[in-house]
């Protein structure tokens, strides 16, 4: 008679691993030393808490564009770009038109009842549902912000890459110095997010910047790694666990997943078992779905 007992079972799951050959997969262990296996192939599906596995759910349209793109939240409010007009996107998945802004990708920062946003060609903010560009201050050697490709609100002051050039804002002011108020880097920034205690700034490596005054500002390299454009997002520290307490900045760069905490320290969570092609630009959110917190980014 067959014998058809079970030699070993595969229960719980701890992601993809594309590093080491398929038959060399190793198992690794949780902290109550249950067994966690690695896959080689992963596709349309999640990996909960308990590291078990589900058919990720489908989808459905909601609401059709042309071209959509730039989608973001701060949970009150949702805006996405169709080029080239800003929308607010409606509880009833229904969708009110703001404004042109033409056609780029839309970085934006929220600070106090404004969102500010900007895409290399139009800079502005949104207050009740009044969509209105950056002013020229009319004081002397005082500019508004140029339009850029990335924006982040720090400490008071609001931060512009354009190019190879981060410009900074006089306190509390959407104009800045053009004396005083940039800094210039070696290449073209591909990432610029704010974290409790400085910035990230991602220009073929990736730099942390402390301090509460421009003026304190040093650039300590946490990473040689260039960051993927749009995949940067900050996250509430209580998701992190382990008694995380200040928001920290998750992106994809050219070698991994990092995540970044506010005093500068950086992980690179992926790179001992996902390879990275290389990609050009992405896109991220966080999701929270039944207290499993996932990072989701799209790359192309």
């Avoid at 402390?210 to 260039?226: H, I, Y």
Wanted: charged share 20%; net charge negative.
């Amino acid at each position: 008679m067959a014998d058809n007992s079970l030699l070993f079972t595969l229960d719980r799951f701890s992601g993809m691993n594309n590093v080491e050959e398929s038959f060399r997969i190793p198992a690794t262990a949780d902290k109550a030393w249950h067994k966690l296996y690695d896959m080689d192939e992963l596709e349309n599906l999640d990996i909960d808490n308990s590291y078990v596995l589900s058919t990720r759910p489908g989808s459905d349209l909601e609401l059709a564009g042309t071209d959509v793109h730039s989608l973001w939240s701060d949970e009150d409010t949702c805006l996405f770009v169709d080029s080239p007009t800003l929308y607010k996107l409606n509880p009833q998945y229904t969708a009110t038109s703001i404004g042109m802004v033409g056609m780029g990708r839309m970085s934006y920062a929220p600070w106090n009842d404004k969102i500010y946003m900007t895409n290399d060609s139009f800079i502005g903010y949104l207050r009740d549902n009044t969509l209105t560009p950056l002013a020229d201050p009319g004081i002397l050697y005082k500019l508004p912000l140029p339009a850029g490709r990335f924006i982040a609100y720090y400490r008071g002051r609001l931060y512009v890459a354009k190019g190879k050039v981060l410009y900074i804002s006089d306190a509390l002011c959407e104009h800045y110095d053009i004396r005083t108020g940039f800094r210039v880097f070696a290449n073209d920034i591909t990432m610029l997010v704010a974290v409790g205690k400085g910035l990230y700034v991602s220009d073929g490596a990736t730099w942390f910047i402390p301090g509460a005054e421009p003026d304190e500002f040093q650039k300590n390299r946490v990473m040689e790694a260039d960051a993927i454009p749009y995949t940067a997002i900050v996250v509430s520290g209580g998701f992190m666990g382990d008694g995380v307490q200040y928001d920290c900045a998750l992106w994809t760069s050219t070698n991994g997943i990092c995540l970044g905490d506010s005093d500068g320290t950086v992980k690179n969570l992926t790179r001992s078992r996902y390879a990275m092609s290389q990609h050009a630009i992405g896109g991220a959110v966080v999701r929270n779905l039944n207290e499993t917190v996932h990072y989701i980014t799209v790359l192309e």
